[in-house]
Each structure stands twice: as structure tokens, then as C-alpha cells.
């Protein structure tokens, strides 16, 4: 099999790291936190919100976090009034998420602002921030890329991939598989 050269190099990788909005410190108690309270079953629902609050996340009145929900660094999330995440939901927020009011993220979605610039030689950070508006429902372990805003009253349906923004009242259906014969 004939070899092809790699066009990137993750060795020369020097470029600027994304900015985490917040020290050291801040960091590893959030770590801390969600390791130990936050992601666990046992921890009621009002402390999941104050401890978001208290790390510096913007969230509303009637909000719903279930367990094992990962949020990267609250300082960097706003969710709105009445709005639900289910269990095993995963924001990737290293930019910002928006979760307006009345939003459904079901059971083990995937929200990720970040990722790379597939042309860049040593691999650069590409990240872009990601917006729910009011209504949208992301069904289970639909995913949701960066840069990306699911407008109002939106379905974007299990298992979905969702990388450019969907219009308000939309939605969005999972790639149907095809049957071929044996």
C-alpha cells in the first residue's frame, strides 16, 4: 500500500490556546465540582443551577438539569426560563452556548463549539459559539456542531448532525439507512 505524506503536523502545533475565561484556579474548582456534585444522581436538580450560577452561567427560572449532564466551563453558558437538559446531554461549551427559554435537550445530545481547521498545517483552533432559540427541541443524541443556530420552535430529530444554522419552526430528520441485498 503506498504511503501518503501527512500535510499537518500536531508536533509544530504552537498556535495560540482558545481562551478558557477563567484562571487556573477557577478551572480545577469547576472540575472539582462537576466531577464530585454536579454529574452525580444524587445531587438535586436547584443545586445542579446554583452551582452553574455559582461558576458564573446565566440561567433562568423553571430550569431542568439532570444528571450526567457535562457542561465544560459554566462562565461560559446562558439557558433561559422553563428549559429541560436531559441526562447525559454533553455541551461542549469551550465558546459560548445560548439555550433560550422553553428548550428541550434530550437525553445524551452533543452541543460542541469546538474543533479545528482541517486546512491549517498545525491544526489551529476553529471554534464558534452555538444559539437555541426559544422552543427548539434537540431530540436524543442529536449533535449540534459550532457556529450553528437552531432557530425558534425547531425539532432537530435523534441522531441528527446539524453544522449550518436551521431556520425558526424547521425540522431537522436523521439520514434514513438503505437496504441492500445481501
Not at 452561567?57 to 449532564?69: D, F, M, Q
Not at 462562565?75 to 447525559?88: A, E, Q, V
Not at 486546512?119 to 464558534?128: G, Q, V
Amino acid at each position: 500500500m503506498a504511503s501518503t505524506r501527512s500535510t499537518r503536523s500536531l508536533a509544530a502545533r504552537r498556535g495560540r490556546p482558545y481562551d478558557k475565561g477563567r484562571g487556573f484556579l477557577a478551572q480545577c474548582l469547576w472540575v472539582a465540582t462537576s466531577t464530585l456534585l454536579f454529574t452525580q444522581v444524587w445531587c438535586p436538580n436547584r443545586l445542579r443551577c446554583a452551582a452553574l450560577r455559582w461558576f458564573g452561567a446565566e440561567v433562568g427560572k423553571g430550569v431542568l438539569i439532570k444528571h450526567r449532564v457535562n457542561v465544560q466551563w459554566p462562565w461560559k453558558l446562558s439557558i433561559g426560563n422553563d428549559s429541560w437538559i436531559g441526562t447525559g446531554a454533553d455541551l461542549y461549551n469551550i465558546d459560548r452556548i445560548v439555550i433560550g427559554s422553553d428548550v428541550c435537550i434530550s437525553q445524551y445530545a452533543y452541543l460542541c463549539t469546538g474543533s479545528h481547521d482541517r486546512r491549517s498545517p498545525t491544526f489551529e483552533f476553529d471554534n464558534a459559539p452555538i444559539v437555541i432559540e426559544d422552543g427548539a427541541w434537540l431530540c436524543a443524541r442529536s449533535m449540534v456542531l459550532r457556529g450553528v443556530t437552531v432557530g425558534a420552535n425547531s425539532v432537530v430529530g435523534a441522531m441528527s448532525v446539524v453544522s449550518s444554522d436551521i431556520p425558526p419552526g424547521c425540522s431537522v430528520r436523521p439520514p434514513q439507512p438503505s437496504v441492500a441485498p445481501g
